[in-house]
């Protein structure tokens, strides 16, 4: 044998043969595996190649989406499938945040919050003084990404923005329900908790119910009520 590892299938038929030294866990999916010269691939569900060792000189998984690097230590920035997206240069930072099926990618002038499939679902302007990147909370289908004193809320699902509001705290989705997934409560959850409203209850983007750790220490849902 050529490696320490083959892939099975659920039932126990042997799909590839033991060939593997490594690999990554499968997301939408694929996996990269590494052969016994260091080398990496791309691989499906069913032991297909989708990407052979030698097109690459490094495949790294960064969130939902993969970074290849050619042999002109080129950035390429693949989907979940191994589909190519773009080419990083010089000018483009790759900075990749895990967030269940989202990642945000650092350019020179902006960021974009991209899905697992390669789609732009959000853009956001860099300020020329940033301190920080963008931070992503999720829960759910829901995640939400706060840059510059503003929070974003995007349906990690359907791959969409929801609302927008400003915020000098960042928000965390505390808890979707499990009843009525268009309810969800956001916390806050950054430095500067605690100098504005802690709790917010929405529908969808429209805010129905605003408050402060003050007034109660906890939200949760039972049914599609608020307790």
Do not use: Q, W
């Amino acid at each position: 044998a050529d490696g320490n590892y083959a892939l099975f299938n659920e039932s126990g038929k042997k799909l590839t043969n033991f060939e593997f030294d490594g690999s990554s866990t499968f997301f939408n999916g694929t996996a990269f595996v590494i052969n016994k010269d260091g080398k990496r691939a791309l691989i499906n569900e069913k032991g297909k190649f989708l990407i052979k060792y030698d097109k690459y000189t490094n495949i790294l998984r960064n969130g939902p989406l993969y970074s290849a690097i050619d042999s002109k230590y080129t950035i390429n920035l693949l989907d979940s499938k191994g589909k190519k997206i773009s080419t990083l240069n010089n000018a483009d930072a790759l900075e990749l945040s895990n967030a269940s099926l989202l990642a945000i990618i650092k350019y020179e002038k902006e960021y974009k919050v991209i899905n697992y499939e390669g789609d732009t679902i959000l853009k956001i302007k860099r300020v020329a003084d940033e301190k920080e990147m963008p931070s992503i909370s999720s829960n759910n289908k829901y995640s939400s990404i706060f840059y510059n004193n503003k929070t974003y809320i995007v349906d990690s699902i359907e791959s969409k923005k929801i609302t927008s509001f400003d915020s000098k705290s960042k928000y965390c989705i505390e808890e979707v329900n499990i009843d009525n997934e268009d309810l969800y409560i956001l916390e806050s959850c950054g430095s500067n908790r605690g100098e504005e409203n802690d709790f917010k209850v929405l529908n969808k983007k429209k805010i129905l119910m605003e408050k402060s750790k003050d007034s109660c220490n906890s939200l949760y849902f039972k049914g599609e009520n608020i307790v």
